[in-house]
């Protein structure tokens, strides 16, 4: 079973307006922290934003916040007033505290903000 | 120089050549790691060095060498590719803490590899 599941391969959205980027994740270990990746076309993969599954409250971070419901296994990514500079793909990863170095990263889902 | 430095940013070579991927990270951190992109594929992990040791090789075909030789570089040494070898490999860095899971990776901005 894939550990990490972006549903969405592309999605687009109006510039200024807000969108939810979808992640769902499988794993038995208790202690697990989710990640969430933004690549431009230059290739570099920039860290966005990190949620601990002991964390009560959900992340935010600038107009990132992520949409964390530990008994669905969802970790969805929401971008407020979304710009021109948002589009990209976005990676939702995991890794587990039991499997050492190992990161779990998702097919990515396309994001083109429109203007 | 910041982050983590990766050279060349693009590569062609034939199936018969030898070359290397250059990674560099200024960050001071303890771990460091290949990543393999494919298209439409989740990035596949190759090889973790914790504090120089390498501590994770998946199963990655012998024509693909690692080397670490201090905790601030790393090198992929390739020999012999196929074409199936084409895909963007991109360096990672990280802070190693006991049992936590918020040890964000940074990356560079990746190696375009072309194997004709």
């Known amino acids: 079973a894939q550990k990490i599941t972006q549903t969405q391969p592309g999605m687009f959205v109006q510039e200024k307006e807000a969108v939810t980027l979808d992640c769902t994740y499988d794993t038995s270990d208790p202690s697990y922290g989710l990640f969430w990746y933004k690549q431009p076309s230059s290739g570099e993969m920039i860290f966005l934003i990190y949620?601990?599954?002991?964390?009560?409250q959900n992340a935010t971070e600038g107009r990132y916040s992520l949409n964390f419901q530990k008994a669905r296994k969802s970790a969805n990514l929401v971008i407020s007033a979304s710009q021109l500079g948002d589009s990209a793909m976005y990676f939702c990863a995991m890794r587990e505290s039991g499997t050492g170095n190992q990161f779990y990263f998702g097919t990515g889902t396309s994001l083109t903000v429109i203007p | 120089e910041t982050g983590v430095t990766q050279t060349p940013r693009h590569l062609v070579m034939g199936m018969t050549n030898k070359k290397s991927l250059k990674c560099e990270q200024h960050l001071g951190h303890n771990a460091m790691y290949w990543y393999k992109q494919s298209a439409k594929k989740p990035l596949e992990l190759m090889f973790v060095?914790?504090?120089?040791?390498?501590?994770e090789n998946n199963s990655v075909p012998s024509r693909f060498s690692p080397e670490c030789p201090n905790s601030s570089h790393l090198f992929l040494h390739l020999h012999t590719l196929q074409p199936e070898d084409s895909a963007l490999y991109l360096c990672?860095?990280?802070?190693?803490?006991?049992?936590?899971?918020?040890?964000?990776?940074?990356f560079g901005a990746g190696s375009r590899l072309t194997v004709l």
């Open positions: 060095y914790s504090l120089e040791e390498r501590v």
């Open positions: 990672a860095s990280s802070q190693e803490k006991q049992s936590s899971g918020a040890n964000v990776l940074t």
């Open positions: 949620q601990g599954s002991y964390d009560q």
